[in-house]
């Protein structure tokens, strides 16, 4: 089982709005760990989409955004478009592991 | 241009051995640390292996411990993944990544494991 919980699916129509949750622990998330997300199109190799909580890399438009409280972080992506579906991913470093913990995926479909 | 390109995947009968290769290209390779992370058909990323900038420090995951080794020739900016004892459950597509302060900022097209008899 994934360290770090996400939803298995999301799903939602062109324009929209949609948020993508990833639970973690005290020994992930909770200790201060970034969050970060991915963002993989089936037969491909993930992209680095948010990293640490809420910084995008260069080319990555602003309607992904990325946010962390506690022991959660979110995705949000706004203004759905057709090429955001995907498979998205969080990850963050577990010190009890002394590793990278992914989430499960979650699969995001536009309507 | 920063790539990354890994070699060496295949089939292999279980119990059998493969070494994966990963040649890094377009950055300084010894400034980073550097990672390996798998997804069997059909599932989630699952990170394997991670090691240092000089390779003095090598971290792994539960299940492979004691059967694969990671390590790095930095006079030819590569990445080596050595996996002994290779079970069904090992079969993945297996990625090599750049470390960057706990995330992985650029990834290879990955490589890919197939154990079966």
């Known amino acids: 089982q994934p360290v770090l919980t996400q939803p298995p699916s999301v799903s939602g129509a062109p324009g929209q709005r949609v948020t993508i949750s990833c639970t973690g622990s005290?020994?992930?998330?909770?200790?201060?760990?970034?969050v970060h997300w991915y963002q993989q199109v089936p037969g491909t190799a993930p992209k680095l989409l948010i990293y640490v909580n809420v910084n995008r890399p260069s080319g990555v438009p602003d309607r992904f955004s990325g946010t962390k409280s506690g022991t959660s972080a979110s995705l949000a992506i706004t203004g759905l478009q057709a090429e955001d579906e995907a498979n998205y991913y969080c990850q963050s470093y577990d010190n009890s592991l002394s590793g990278s913990v992914f989430g499960g995926g979650t699969k995001l479909t536009v309507l | 241009e920063v790539q990354l390109v890994e070699s060496g995947g295949g089939l292999v009968q279980p119990g059998g051995s493969l070494t994966l290769s990963c040649a890094a290209s377009?950055?300084?390779?010894?400034?980073?640390?550097m990672t390996w992370v798998r997804q069997a058909p059909g599932k989630g990323l699952e990170w394997v292996a991670t090691m240092n900038k000089d390779g003095s420090d090598k971290y792994y995951v539960d299940f492979v411990k004691g059967r694969f080794t990671i390590s790095r020739d930095n006079a030819k900016n590569s990445l080596y993944l050595q996996m002994n004892s290779l079970r069904a459950e090992d079969t993945a597509v297996y990625y090599c990544?750049?470390?960057?302060?706990?995330?992985?900022?650029?990834w290879g097209k990955g490589t890919t494991v197939a154990v079966s008899s």
């Open positions: 377009g950055f300084t390779f010894n400034f980073y640390w």
């Open positions: 990544a750049k470390y960057n302060n706990y995330y992985m900022d650029v």
């Open positions: 005290n020994s992930n998330i909770g200790a201060g760990y970034g």
